[in-house]
Nanobody, 124 residues
């Protein structure tokens, strides 16, 4: 199976930017649909973005569309989430996930492997 490790989380001021990385090992990210999810305290896990194939095909939650960008670098076996114009409501633990269906999806059940998460905090 593939192992996923997120990094790049931290504290950022509202309106600022942050880039998260998801480093994969064991298998190549090219073998999976890759997604980003987030979970704020007291809330359920929420879909953020997903990509498949070469990374040209992408899917975003309405709450982040136009602000966040998902991408992948197969040579580095890493998936990224570029977050711009960040808002306090973006504060959450962000998780990277690998799906096996081959279809872009916002559903948890479409993803088999998950990272441990990285904390993102946006100050007002």
């Amino acid at each position: 199976q593939v192992q996923l490790v997120e990094s790049g989380g931290g504290l950022v001021q509202a309106g600022g930017s942050l880039r998260l990385s998801c480093a994969a090992s064991g298998r190549s990210v090219s073998d999976y649909v890759m997604g980003w999810f987030r979970q704020a305290p007291g809330k359920e896990r929420e879909f953020v973005a997903a990509t498949r194939g070469s990374g040209i095909f992408t899917y975003y939650a309405e709450s982040v569309k136009g602000r966040f960008t998902i991408s992948r670098d197969n040579t580095k076996n890493t998936v990224y989430l570029q977050m711009n114009s960040m808002k306090p409501e973006d504060t959450a633990v962000y998780y990277c996930a690998a799906g096996i269906t081959g279809i872009l999806s916002r559903e948890d059940r479409s993803y088999r492997y998950w990272g441990q998460g990285t904390q993102v905090t946006v100050s007002s």
